[in-house]
């Protein structure tokens, strides 16, 4: 007796079991919603594509991703809220407002800090960007990869600018980043902390003269159609940084956040590239908008005019980030 009913008590588990998997969808994807404070078509576009193709390959359609461009979830201190707390999942952001979240990324921001894209990527890539990145866990947040913003020029519809005596007196939109706004003060300028979304409302209705963005930003965000001048001034490298939410990726098994972090490099790689390939064909395309550029600014009164703040994030924040990077071997 107890041996057939264990039988056929165990036949029917089965037969239970394999009903349920006939009737069981597949499992639904989840998705991932990825922002970034610019419009699609630009470098954290092509960052997004490549991000969201690779997630979408390495997790075999369990995770696809969303796009959210142009400001849509918020400018970049809000997205960067949004991760900490699981609103949003994934962003593309510079790290303008960064450093009010993670102190130590401050030391990105400094003006003239790297001497070119090569320095800058070999130091993103190398053991302190991963300090960097790692370093995010302790603030609510997941560093997934080192993207690219790049080298920032100063625009404006007042007049030209050939030196440090052209900036000053001018109401220049600057990141929500200290180290920014202490650059452009001692420049004499105005400087008005603005996230990106508002910027080109203020510039069209003059809220402010001028602002500071790679060919990047000023190309995809169409900054030509409300700035008159552009000096390559090239102050600061934009890094971005591919940044991720605990709430959703803690969760997540090793292999699953693996997936993400290899789709980040990805996107990383792919803003890279658009970054280079605005490098030598924007300033072409802003003329052709319109722009005058200026393309022989001597950096050097610009370098001697902001050494002031490289003195005062050293009082703040200490020298030793600031010396690894000055000493690597990139
Ligand atoms: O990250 O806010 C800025 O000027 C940034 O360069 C832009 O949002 C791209």
Redesign the pocket.
């Known amino acids: 007796m107890t041996q057939r009913f264990a039988r056929r008590a165990l036949t029917a588990a089965i037969g239970g079991l394999v009903a349920t998997a006939l009737v069981l969808p597949a499992q639904a994807a989840t998705e991932v919603n990825v922002g970034?404070?610019?419009p699609s078509e630009s470098h954290?576009g092509e960052g997004y594509r490549a991000f969201k193709e690779t997630l979408e390959r390495l997790s075999g359609g369990e995770f696809t991703a969303a796009e959210h461009p142009s400001g849509s979830l918020g400018?970049?201190r809000a997205m960067i809220e949004g991760l900490q707390i699981g609103t949003v999942d994934v962003v593309?952001?510079?790290t303008?407002p960064l450093g009010n979240f993670v102190p130590d990324t401050y030391v990105l921001d400094l003006p003239f800090l790297f001497a070119d894209y090569d320095q800058a990527r070999c130091v993103l890539d190398g053991e302190i960007g991963q300090e960097l990145l790692d370093q995010m866990g302790e603030h609510d947040l997941v560093g997934l990869a080192w993207a690219e913003?790049g080298f920032?020029h100063i625009t404006n519809s007042r007049r030209e600018i050939t030196s440090p005596d052209d900036v000053s007196g001018l109401k220049i939109?600057?990141?929500e980043n200290r180290i920014h706004q202490d650059a452009f003060e001692a420049l004499g300028a105005s400087p008005t902390p603005m996230?990106?979304p508002e910027?080109f409302t203020a510039l069209q209705q003059g809220t402010v003269d001028g602002?500071?963005?790679?060919l990047?930003?000023i190309t995809a965000?169409k900054l030509y159609e409300v700035q008159d001048q552009l000096s390559l001034t090239g102050h600061v490298y934009?890094p971005?940084v591919m940044l991720g939410s605990p709430v959703l990726l803690d969760g997540l098994s090793d292999e699953q956040r693996g997936w993400f972090v290899e789709a980040a490099r990805a996107g990383a790689e792919a803003t890279r590239a658009e970054v280079s390939r605005l490098e030598d064909e924007g300033v072409e395309f802003l003329r052709g908008e319109g722009m005058t550029v200026n393309t022989e600014v001597d950096a050097t009164p610009f370098q001697d005019a902001v050494g002031e703040v490289h003195e005062r994030f050293v009082e703040q924040y200490g020298d030793a980030m600031l010396t690894r990077i000055r000493n690597s071997d990139c």
């Open positions: 970034y404070a610019i954290y400018g970049e593309i952001t510079s303008g913003n920032r939109r600057t990141m996230a990106m910027l602002q500071e963005n790679p990047t930003v965000a934009s971005a």
